[in-house]
């Protein structure tokens, strides 16, 4: 893609960090854009923004016209593209860049139904774990989380704002919960530990259990 648009595309994972970069020299300039794609990922999908293409005496590399784009049709969108550009691209780069996004947004709906299996198993697992079957619970998850369920290992908890809302007091309103919560904050929490634990190349287990999100690490 990006040497059919003439400049530099990127890919984001749900956290908004950069996975990929094409050219090399393009992961530096796509890890300066995070912010605004963690915005993007909180409009309605499909969404798409243009950031840059100003001129910027102390930041010259920052000049380019950038486009990001999320990816996937669920309401939080688990990646996005940016392409990256001298002007606004063509009818030919345009083309192109629709293509990839067909086809990223295909490849991200079935990584999405492939995760939704995933956490099916590591809820199994882990109430495999509590109930004090480790041997089940190893022979299901086979060598999914690597060694984590060989050694000893560690138990977060962590509730979300609601949860701790209610406990505190049951006259809390519906619109105050709301506006606390900050809309998905376990879901948010759930892709940045995923995310990190990918790039650290680190097995972990992670389950969401109502308006409680349970870390195995």
Same mark, same amino acid.
């Given at each position: 893609?990006?040497?059919?648009?003439?400049?530099?595309?990127?890919?984001?994972?749900? #956290?908004?960090?950069?996975? =990929?970069?094409?050219?090399?020299?393009?992961?530096?300039?796509?890890?300066?854009? +995070?912010?605004?794609?963690?915005?993007?990922?909180?409009?309605? !999908?499909?969404?798409?923004?243009?950031?840059?293409?100003?001129?910027? !005496?102390?930041?010259?590399?920052?000049? $380019?016209?950038?486009?990001?784009?999320?990816?996937?049709?669920?309401?939080?969108?688990? #990646?996005?593209?940016?392409?990256?550009?001298?002007?606004?691209?063509?009818?030919?780069? %345009?083309?192109?860049?629709?293509?990839?996004?067909?086809?990223?947004?295909? +490849?991200?709906?079935?990584?999405? #139904?492939?995760?939704?299996?995933?956490?099916?198993?590591?809820?199994?697992?882990?109430?495999?774990?509590? *109930?004090?079957?480790? $041997?089940?619970?190893?022979?299901?998850?086979?060598?999914?989380?690597?060694?984590?369920?060989? *050694?000893?290992?560690?138990? !977060?908890?962590?509730?979300?704002?609601?949860? %701790?809302?209610?406990?505190?007091?049951?006259?809390? #309103?519906? &619109?105050?919960?709301?506006?606390?919560?900050?809309?998905?904050?376990? &879901?948010?929490? +759930?892709?940045?530990?995923?995310?990190?634990? =990918? %790039?650290?190349?680190?097995?972990?287990?992670?389950?969401?259990?109502?308006? %409680?999100?349970?870390?195995?690490?």
């Amino acid at each position: 893609l990006a040497a059919q648009v003439d400049g530099w595309a990127a890919l984001y994972d749900a #956290s908004g960090a950069v996975v =990929a970069a094409a050219p090399e020299w393009a992961g530096r300039r796509a890890a300066r854009l +995070t912010a605004d794609v963690q915005r993007l990922r909180e409009r309605p !999908a499909p969404a798409s923004s243009v950031v840059g293409g100003t001129a910027n !005496a102390e930041h010259p590399e920052n000049a $380019d016209r950038v486009e990001l784009h999320s990816l996937g049709t669920s309401r939080r969108p688990r #990646s996005a593209l940016a392409v990256g550009t001298a002007a606004a691209p063509g009818t030919a780069e %345009r083309y192109a860049v629709h293509s990839a996004i067909a086809l990223l947004t295909l +490849t991200t709906e079935r990584s999405r #139904s492939l995760h939704e299996a995933g956490l099916r198993i590591d809820g199994a697992v882990l109430r495999m774990l509590l *109930a004090g079957e480790p $041997d089940h619970a190893r022979t299901v998850a086979g060598d999914l989380y690597g060694g984590l369920l060989d *050694a000893p290992f560690r138990i !977060a908890v962590a509730e979300s704002p609601a949860a %701790r809302t209610r406990a505190s007091t049951a006259a809390q #309103s519906a &619109g105050d919960t709301a506006a606390e919560t900050g809309g998905d904050p376990l &879901g948010t929490l +759930t892709e940045v530990v995923e995310s990190a634990a =990918a %790039r650290a190349g680190e097995a972990v287990l992670v389950v969401p259990e109502g308006e %409680r999100l349970v870390v195995l690490a």
